[in-house]
């Protein structure tokens, strides 16, 4: 059994700053491409930032400089942290992973947490 679960949201005002973490766990072996998606209410979810397993970045246009996504690989992690919030940045924040390798050989694609509350308060 192969989990996902963030932490680190919460209600921040405006112009402040959250560290949200991904733990993967269970049998893994690898963890291939990772990413953080939002979605708030009444809206589709969006990405927000990607990561490749060789540590390769890329950002939604509107997170560009002031979101950093980052891995860390030896503790199955991965952080988003995100500075200048915004009232507009309060969604839910899942993290996904798109192809874990288990080390009993399984091959688990799409796996979703279940997601943090990031609240922004103007």
């Known amino acids: 059994q192969v989990q996902l679960v963030e932490s680190g949201g919460g209600l921040v005002q405006a112009g402040g700053s959250l560290r949200l973490s991904c733990v993967v766990s269970?049998?893994?072996?690898?963890?291939?491409?990772m990413a953080w998606y939002r979605q708030a209410p009444m809206k589709q979810r969006e990405l927000v930032a990607r990561?490749?397993?060789?540590?390769?970045?890329n950002y939604a246009d509107s997170m560009k400089g002031r979101f950093t996504i980052s891995r860390d690989s030896a503790k199955n992690t991965m952080y988003l942290q995100m500075n200048s919030l915004k009232p507009e940045d309060t969604a839910v924040y899942h993290c996904y992973a798109d192809r874990i390798l288990t080390g009993g050989g399984l091959t688990i694609d799409e796996t979703w947490g279940p997601g943090t509350q990031v609240t922004v308060s103007s």
């Open positions: 269970g049998d893994i072996f690898e963890i291939h491409d």
């Open positions: 990561i490749t397993i060789h540590g390769n970045t």
